[in-house]
C-alpha cells in the first residue's frame, strides 16, 4: 500500500527518432522502430499506472509523437501540457518542472530528453541509469513535489517496456 502522500514521477526518454529527412532537431519526427517502441511503452503504462494524473511533454516533434502513441494506448485522455522548458534542459530544469507540480498530482509522466533526463533520475534516486530510446525510470517521492531534490526518490524500476522489473 502506498503511503496517502506519496507521489510517483514516470521518466520517459522519447522514442527512437528518425534522422533522415534533415530537419532541425526539434522537429525529427519518429522512426518505424520508435513508434513500436512508444506503443510498448505505453502498453505497459497502462497495465502498470492505469491512473497518470498528467504528461509533461518537450515540444520537440519526437517527444511529442512519443506521448500521442502512449496514450493511445492509455485510452483515458490524460491530460498533456507541453514544457517548453523541457527541450534540451537541463537537470535543473527538469527539477524546477517537477518542484511546481500542485500536490494534487499523484502521478506524472515526464516525456523528454536525454542527458537531462538520465541526470534527472541520478540527482533524484541517487543511482546512475542509462535511459535509450523510449527508456522509462519509475520514481517515488514520498512527500510534495517542492521536496524533489537530491535522493529524495526511490528509483522503483528502469529500462525499455517491457522489460522493467
Known amino acids: 500500500m502506498t503511503a496517502p502522500t506519496e507521489r510517483t514521477l514516470l521518466v520517459l526518454r522519447h522514442a527512437k527518432s528518425d534522422w533522415t529527412g534533415g530537419q532541425a532537431d ?3 519526427t519518429l522512426n518505424e522502430r520508435g513508434q513500436g517502441q512508444a506503443q510498448a511503452a505505453g502498453g505497459w503504462l ?3 499506472f492505469p491512473a497518470i494524473d498528467v504528461a509533461i511533454v518537450s515540444p520537440a516533434t519526437r517527444a511529442r509523437a512519443t506521448w500521442a502513441l502512449v496514450s ?3 485510452g483515458s485522455g490524460v491530460e ?3 514544457d517548453e522548458r523541457a527541450y534540451a534542459a537541463s537537470v535543473a530544469d527538469l527539477l524546477t518542472i517537477v518542484q511546481e507540480l500542485p500536490d494534487a498530482l499523484r502521478t506524472v509522466i515526464l516525456v523528454a530528453h536525454n542527458p537531462g533526463l538520465e541526470e534527472l533520475v541520478s540527482v533524484l534516486g541517487g543511482e546512475d541509469i542509462t535511459m535509450p530510446t523510449a527508456g522509462l525510470a519509475v520514481l517515488t ?3 510534495s513535489w517542492a521536496d524533489a531534490g ?3 526518490a526511490t528509483l522503483q524500476a ?3 517496456p517491457p522489460l522493467l522489473p
Open 26 to 28: 526539434i522537429d525529427r
Open 72 to 74: 493511445e494506448e492509455l
Open 141 to 143: 517521492l514520498p512527500g
Open 80 to 82: 498533456a501540457r507541453v
Open 150 to 152: 537530491p535522493s529524495a
Open 158 to 160: 528502469s529500462g525499455r
Open 46 to 48: 497502462a497495465e502498470q
